[in-house]
């Protein structure tokens, strides 16, 4: 068990261009989420997948916001454009559904993204 | 949706104190989770404790999912307890919301 792993850690890009960051769960996990953390405040949730299927989205992914995770996998987030308000550290988590609800997710180091 | 509310904000200790975070949360919750997020920024899992106590070296955690809060203790606290705390629950739906923090330093 390695981990949850994030790549890159750490992202400088100017405004209006396009960055993708990945996040390769526990190997085992078939429940995958992100979230975006900005200083001084507690990571708010983006998104969620169960195996392939993306279930549910935050209303601050706006559309310049995709995720995918092919195959049940590893997942990608992309932005579009970006923007100065989207510089924040990207944390993914993973998790494995078990009997009785039980869901106790496991964060990866994160991405770190600075918008100029 | 449900609301998390931690508290203090902020907590200074001195090296051996003990102290409790608090976690107060709007609905019936399924899951809850405490974490440590480090200075560098990694959440570290504390408990996961939708009910119940539990204990693990000089932390121990309890929620009483009745009264809609949780507690994590901190014993003889050291200096690499220093950092963030959060809880986070999750209610109904798939997604987690974490409450703001609280921000522990521990002085040597």
């Known amino acids: 068990d390695t981990g949850v792993s994030q790549d890159p850690r750490h992202k400088i890009t100017k405004r209006g261009q396009n960055v993708t960051f990945r996040c390769d769960p526990i190997?085992?996990?078939?429940?995958l989420y992100w979230y975006r953390q900005t200083l001084g405040q507690g990571p708010e949730f983006l998104t969620y997948f169960q195996n392939e299927a993306q279930l549910e989205k935050s209303r601050l992914l706006s559309d310049r916001f995709s995720a995918e995770r092919p195959k049940g996998s590893f997942s990608t987030l992309e932005i579009q454009r970006t923007e100065q308000g989207d510089s924040a550290m990207y944390l993914c988590?993973?998790?494995?559904?078990?009997?009785?609800?039980?869901?106790?997710?496991?964060f990866g180091p994160g991405t770190r993204l600075t918008v100029l | 949706g449900i609301q998390v509310e931690q508290s203090p904000p902020d907590l200074i200790l001195q090296e051996g104190a003990n102290s409790t975070l608090r976690c107060n949360f709007s609905?019936?919750?399924?899951?809850l989770q405490w974490f440590h997020q480090n200075p560098w920024g990694q959440l570290i899992n504390l408990f996961y404790i939708p009910s119940g106590t539990k204990q693990n070296g000089r932390l121990s955690a309890t929620t009483v999912a009745t009264e809609r809060y949780s507690l994590l203790y901190i014993s003889s606290s050291q200096t690499t307890d220093s950092g963030v705390y959060f809880c986070?629950?999750?209610?109904?739906?798939?997604?987690?919301?974490f409450g703001t923090g609280t921000r522990l330093k521990v002085l040597a």
């Open positions: 986070a629950a999750r209610s109904g739906t798939y997604k987690y919301i």
């Open positions: 609905d019936s919750v399924n899951n």
């Open positions: 988590a993973s998790s494995l559904a078990r009997s009785g609800g039980v869901n106790e997710q496991f």
């Open positions: 190997s085992e996990h078939n429940r």
